[in-house]
């Protein structure tokens, strides 16, 4: 029964194990993993405290037989403690709400992609049940992601029918692909590696097999792969 009992939380700490965006590769995906782990320190804090006064109340306060009969002093309010209180959360939120503040604006999706030469544009549809990317060149491939390392990616995306989200674990955070609206999402300095990307928003009866395969190789092996034929094996 012990084993069994146990067996809950040794499959909780299993899947622990890949949560794949706290360990994010690339800027922009470390930088949402720094606010994950900054609001969750400051929540620790708040936590441990939390306990250690409860603990401390529930030892100095509990009922004992001398305590039967003791009937406290009514007190009417401390002015340092309410205050302490309120101002100790309002400061926690304040430096939390900086980074995040920041961070969210700086990565929110865009209607307008900022014009910058180095960038690279790449059009993204989703629709049921497949991703198209379309690369500056008008090369256009489903279901296959290729982009260079250390470059800004600016996704261009849109859906042909539902609302879709465009999600690469290891790179960002989800973004809504909507229909009829063009918007604008950038990934920054990804490193060199395969990577899996889905829809994370439900979209069908098939949206389970909407995925589509990344990887990030060299600029020189980017501009090589665009110079090759389109005519590319297609995943269905």
């Given at each position: 029964?012990?084993?069994?009992?146990?067996?809950?939380?040794?499959?909780?700490?299993?899947?622990?194990?890949?949560?794949?965006?706290?360990?994010?590769?690339?800027?922009t995906g470390k930088e949402q993993a720094y606010l994950i782990w900054f609001s969750l320190a400051i929540m620790a804090i708040v936590l441990l405290v939390v306990f250690i006064l409860f603990t401390r109340?529930?030892?100095?306060?509990?009922?004992?037989?001398?305590?039967?009969?003791?009937?406290?002093?009514?007190?009417?309010?401390?002015?340092?403690?309410?205050?302490?209180?309120?101002?100790?959360?309002?400061?926690?939120?304040?430096?939390?709400?900086?980074?995040?503040?920041?961070?969210?604006?700086?990565?929110?999706?865009?209607?307008?992609?900022?014009?910058?030469?180095?960038?690279?544009?790449?059009?993204?549809?989703?629709?049921?049940?497949?991703?198209?990317?379309?690369?500056?060149?008008?090369?256009?491939?489903?279901?296959?992601?290729?982009?260079?390392?250390?470059?800004?990616?600016?996704?261009?995306?849109?859906?042909?029918?539902?609302?879709?989200?465009?999600?690469?674990?290891?790179?960002?955070?989800?973004?809504?692909?909507?229909?009829?609206?063009?918007?604008?999402?950038?990934?920054?300095?990804?490193?060199?590696?395969?990577?899996?990307?889905?829809?994370?928003?439900?979209?069908?009866?098939?949206?389970?097999?909407?995925?589509?395969?990344?990887?990030?190789?060299?600029?020189?092996?980017?501009?090589?792969?665009?110079?090759?034929?389109?005519?590319?094996?297609?995943?269905?």
């Amino acid at each position: 029964m012990k084993k069994i009992a146990i067996l809950p939380f040794i499959m909780l700490l299993a899947g622990c194990q890949s949560i794949t965006v706290l360990d994010p590769k690339s800027s922009t995906g470390k930088e949402q993993a720094y606010l994950i782990w900054f609001s969750l320190a400051i929540m620790a804090i708040v936590l441990l405290v939390v306990f250690i006064l409860f603990t401390r109340f529930v030892i100095r306060y509990r009922y004992t037989e001398k305590k039967a009969e003791f009937i406290p002093k009514d007190v009417k309010g401390n002015l340092k403690y309410e205050l302490t209180w309120t101002i100790v959360p309002f400061l926690l939120l304040a430096v939390l709400a900086v980074p995040t503040l920041k961070i969210t604006f700086d990565q929110s999706p865009k209607t307008e992609a900022e014009a910058n030469a180095n960038d690279i544009h790449i059009n993204v549809t989703a629709e049921q049940f497949r991703w198209t990317f379309e690369h500056e060149n008008s090369k256009t491939v489903q279901n296959e992601l290729i982009i260079p390392e250390n470059k800004d990616i600016v996704f261009h995306l849109i859906s042909k029918d539902v609302i879709h989200s465009f999600w690469i674990p290891e790179l960002a955070g989800k973004v809504d692909v909507i229909p009829n609206r063009e918007l604008t999402y950038v990934i920054k300095n990804a490193e060199i590696g395969e990577y899996d990307g889905k829809c994370a928003e439900f979209c069908g009866i098939q949206h389970a097999n909407m995925t589509f395969d990344v990887k990030v190789v060299s600029l020189d092996e980017y501009n090589q792969y665009l110079k090759q034929s389109s005519n590319q094996k297609e995943a269905q």
